[in-house]
T-cell receptor, first 109, second 117 residues
């Protein structure tokens, strides 16, 4: 299956700082989603973004499909942003999404 | 809408026992799936279904069975639990297949933490 690599694996930020999380994938995709897993384990869908740029409040995401990567930007981070961020991708016609191993973000007050 | 509902939240089994993890969704989603999450390995697909009566295997299907008798329900059965099945299990659903470029997001249940002793 398609390979998904996320970086960095761990990130510690002071509250108010900005951050960029990266997702590289090994093949063409027509489905790419970003998820946040909060400290209680709940997985929340942040973006569906196989190409282009989207913004939702302090979060935004950009996918450059031709270069096989996606970026998740978190601005003015808050302690509630802590958790693990996953990128998941799907190829055309695929029946599932392949997940990266995630970036663990810790925001300290 | 309740979304995707999983039960139980926690379960401890002894090796060799069987059990069923329940998953239900009320969003009329055709696609449902089961993932397991292990430390350092992300989420891996166990089984999925593209509609009532249709199921197929994912990356790690061994030791698990599924069925889809209704659109709403997609239970996961552990036939004979083994310590290697200690994991967190997530059920997920979406209106369409992930491979169709339809802007349909994948929604997850709250997870089941399973320990096999």
């Amino acid at each position: 299956g398609i390979q998904v690599e996320q970086s960095p694996p761990d990130l510690i930020l002071q509250e108010g700082a900005n951050s960029t999380l990266r997702c590289n994938f090994s093949d063409s995709v027509n489905n790419l989603q970003w998820f946040h897993q909060n400290p209680w384990g709940q997985l929340i869908n942040l973006f569906y973004i196989p190409s282009g740029t989207k913004q939702n409040g302090r979060l935004s995401a950009t996918t450059v499909a031709t270069e096989r990567y996606s970026l998740l930007y978190i601005s003015s981070s808050q302690t509630t942003d802590s958790g693990v961020y996953f990128c998941a991708v799907g190829e055309t016609g695929a029946n599932n999404l392949f997940f990266g191993t995630g970036t663990r973000l810790t925001v300290i007050p | 809408n309740a979304g995707v509902t999983q039960t139980p939240k926690f379960q401890v089994l002894k090796t060799g026992q069987s059990m069923t993890l329940q998953c239900a969704q009320d969003m009329n989603h055709e696609y449902m799936s089961w993932y397991r999450q292990d430390p350092g390995m992300g989420l891996r697909l166990i089984h999925y279904s593209v509609g009532a009566g249709i199921t197929d295997q994912g990356e790690v299907p061994n030791g698990y069975n599924v069925s889809r008798s209704t659109t709403e329900d997609f239970p996961l059965r552990l036939l004979s639990a083994a310590p290697s099945q200690t994991s967190v299990y997530f059920c997920a659903s979406s209106y369409t297949l992930p491979g169709l470029a339809t802007n349909e997001k994948l929604f997850f249940g709250s997870g089941t933490q399973l320990s096999v002793l």
